[in-house]
């Protein structure tokens, strides 16, 4: 008797999982922007980032591109110009430039260069305060050092004339939590490109739950001396800079999320070339970053662990 009553229960709640998990499946809308970097790997790693993303299954990305740069040479102590800078073909081609956030989920920028016009700003701040998600890769993180409301969305930032007494402490791993470094100076550096071993700090975040400890991610950079508000950062993993090769011998945070307004942002500090995309580790923290920033949730599988190792970078083409 007893079996019979809690056979046909165990059926209703299966039924009532299933289908639960089928509508969380829904397709989400990804807005990838790029257009200008630093990078000029750009227009290769935009659809490796946008294929990483669609064949997961769960996202599906538009890519904007902004109109280019005017090819003035790169100054890192000074702001990124803006629209008025530009010439005035250029600056045509800007008044066109008005991507419609508020039709996705989740933006995602690979895009370090001119800022953007002040009624694109404010649309962007408008969707991530309203809910909005926001996936910060690599040099993004070093756009807009003239746009406050984009620093408080990264939380910290480098290089184009930031500095600690303008932008807000610099932040490191120590002692096992994030510590701030009030110390004068600029901002944004990183040591000679190497494999860098990837150190989980949060094992209760549903975008690194599950996932090991730490593992080798592929020939990469470690941003240090990133500088901003520092405000409601949640540090997922860290790095250590080596100081042998020209780093600062610290360990830093290099994968965050923040809160903006009811929004969320993953801020990915890797991802300088194409090999740090084909990570294996690198591919499944876009996925799951990228969902979490858009829904606050993430439904992917726990990783199979073979796709990460401490002493090998596990690798795969996207
Ligand atoms: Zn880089």
């Known amino acids: 008797m007893k079996n019979l009553l809690i056979l046909p229960l165990a059926a209703v709640l299966l039924i009532f999982g299933c ?10 809308k990804v ?6 970097n630093n990078h000029k790997v750009w227009p290769e790693s935009t659809p490796v980032i946008k ?15 902004t109109p280019p740069g005017d090819g003035r040479k790169t100054n890192y102590n000074a702001a990124q110009p803006t629209v008025a800078d530009m010439p005035e073909n250029l600056q045509a ?11 996705y989920d989740v933006v995602v920028s690979n895009y370090n260069g001119v800022l953007w016009p002040e009624e694109v700003c404010l649309d962007f701040v408008d969707f991530v305060q309203s ?16 746009w406050e409301e984009y620093q408080k969305m990264i939380g910290v930032g480098g ?27 600029k901002c944004g550096a990183h040591g000679a490109r190497n494999p860098v071993l990837v150190e989980n700090r949060n094992q209760n975040h549903p975008i690194t739950k599950g996932l090991p400890d730490k593992w080798l991610h592929p ?30 011998g610290k360990d830093h945070p290099i994968l965050l999320t923040l809160d903006y307004g009811k929004g969320r942002i993953f801020h990915n500090m890797l991802g300088h070339g194409i090999e740090a995309y084909a990570g294996a580790g690198f591919q499944h923290l876009l996925m799951r970053g990228t969902e979490w920033a858009a829904t606050g949730k993430v439904t992917f599988d726990t990783p199979p662990s073979s796709d990460f190792a401490a002493d090998t970078a596990v690798t795969r083409t996207p």
């Open 219 to 248: 020939t990469d950079e470690v941003y240090y001396n990133m500088c901003g508000p520092a405000q409601g950062i949640t540090v997922l993993a860290s790095a250590h800079s080596d100081a042998n090769t020209k780093g600062s």
């Open 159 to 185: 290089w184009y004339g930031r500095s600690t007494g303008k932008h807000g402490p610099k932040v490191v791993w120590e002692n096992n939590q994030l510590a701030l470094d009030h110390s004068e100076g």
């Open 131 to 146: 809910g909005g998600g926001f996936v910060s890769i690599h040099a993004a993180d070093n756009a807009f050092s003239q």
């Open 93 to 103: 081609k800007w008044f066109d430039w008005r991507p419609d956030f508020s039709q």
């Open 19 to 28: 289908k639960a998990k089928q509508e969380e499946a829904l397709v989400l």
């Open 31 to 36: 807005l990838l922007i790029d257009g200008q």
């Open 51 to 65: 294929q990483i993303l669609q064949n997961s299954g769960r996202f599906e990305v538009t890519v904007s591109r």
